[in-house]
């Protein structure tokens, strides 16, 4: 699928930067500047310059419960435990007390995905020299097992609103990289396939379309499903990945990031098949959710270097399912020549379907 790597790292960039607008901040414009021919080396510059921001910030701190011996009454006292020391002729008051520390879930995540990164033999030199300068302000800070961190669990609030960026690329790394351990250390692997960047492929296009083309109404949107009864027990939720609505039209976008385009079965080509159905499957009902619009779908996949590559349209049962390919491998500006043309597309009137 790549034929420039350098070209695509620099393409993940601009669509970090879509999904993450922090990124287009001052402190990071340097790095849109600079040529990557390894993926390892653009996660540690963003990583380096978001983590050296927070340093000048100030880590995020927050309450944690100690328990202590203390001469003198610290906090609350631990009645049974003061009672042990007692017994013991320990002449010493157990406290509970509660103190501010960087050593949370946040800071422990950044330290851990560094640590990963100092690790790799891939990232330059330069990236560990400034990642290793800036985790001496971590000396407070425990090293975690990245496998066991609960991501659903993380929460943010006012004071640790700037983690967000931070967080998620660690998350990008730490999913996409830490694959396999050997003799107790982390073996990391290419991020680049299907699985990993898939996510990443979905909001860059969700984010893109929002902030470019606010004439149009972009979401993410369930779609109800079109019941005669009204009971939906036990029934998938159908969660759209992009959802476009211009006047009265809609374009549901099923973004699709994967090795091969097509599957292959006797030498002939053909969609796959639970991509279509499920598509179809979600123009349909939100077509029954809004009588009388113009409701059309599309499968929109990463290109790849398959000798076929899907451009088609279809007209199923009065509606309009299109198959199209992004080029990734190519300059930015054509990526978003290639994103336009769909807008354009939308704001043309609905031409009439006879039904198949």
């Excluded at 949370?104 to 330069?126: E, P, Y």
Aim: net charge negative; with cysteine; aromatic share 10%.
């Amino acid at each position: 699928m790549i034929k420039d790597k350098s070209i695509l790292i620099k393409n993940i960039y601009y669509m970090l930067s879509y999904a993450f607008q922090t990124l287009n901040q001052g402190e990071y414009e340097s790095i849109a500047t600079e040529e990557f021919d390894k993926l390892h080396n653009l996660f540690a510059a963003i990583l380096a310059k978001g983590i050296g921001r927070q340093i000048k910030q100030g880590l995020y701190r927050e309450y944690r419960l100690f328990a202590e011996n203390f001469p003198t009454l610290r906090g609350k006292i631990d009645m049974q435990a003061t009672f042990r020391n007692l017994t013991a002729r320990k002449r010493l008051l157990s406290c509970e007390y509660d103190e501010l520390t960087e050593n949370n879930l946040l800071n422990q995540i950044l330290k851990a995905t560094v640590m990963l990164l100092l690790r790799h033999a891939d990232v330059d030199d330069g990236y560990k020299a400034d990642l290793k300068k800036e985790m001496l302000f971590f000396s407070n800070v425990d090293e975690i097992d990245p496998s066991s961190i609960n991501w659903n669990s993380i929460r943010f609030h006012r004071n640790s609103g700037s983690y967000r960026m931070l967080i998620s690329i660690c998350q990008l790394v730490i999913e996409g990289m830490l694959l396999t351990t050997e003799s107790g250390e982390y073996k990391l692997v290419s991020f680049i396939d299907e699985q990993r960047i898939s996510r990443l492929y979905e909001k860059f296009i969700l984010e893109y379309y929002a902030k470019e083309h606010p004439e149009i109404k972009t979401s993410s949107s369930q779609i109800p499903w079109a019941l005669d009864d009204g009971i939906g027990t036990l029934l998938p939720v159908m969660q759209s990945d992009i959802m476009l609505t211009y006047g009265n039209r809609v374009l549901i976008i099923d973004a699709k990031y994967y090795t091969r385009t097509m599957q292959t079965q006797f030498g002939t080509h053909s969609l796959h098949s639970g991509n279509l159905y499920q598509i179809f499957t979600y123009v349909k009902n939100e077509a029954f959710a809004r009588p009388g619009w113009a409701v059309d779908g599309m499968l929109l996949y990463a290109r790849t270097e398959e000798v076929v590559q899907p451009d088609i349209s279809y007209q199923m049962s009065g509606n309009r399912i299109s198959v199209r390919t992004l080029d990734l491998n190519c300059e930015f500006r054509i990526i978003t020549e290639q994103l336009n043309q769909v807008v354009e597309s939308l704001k043309l009137p609905a031409q009439p379907l006879s039904s198949v």
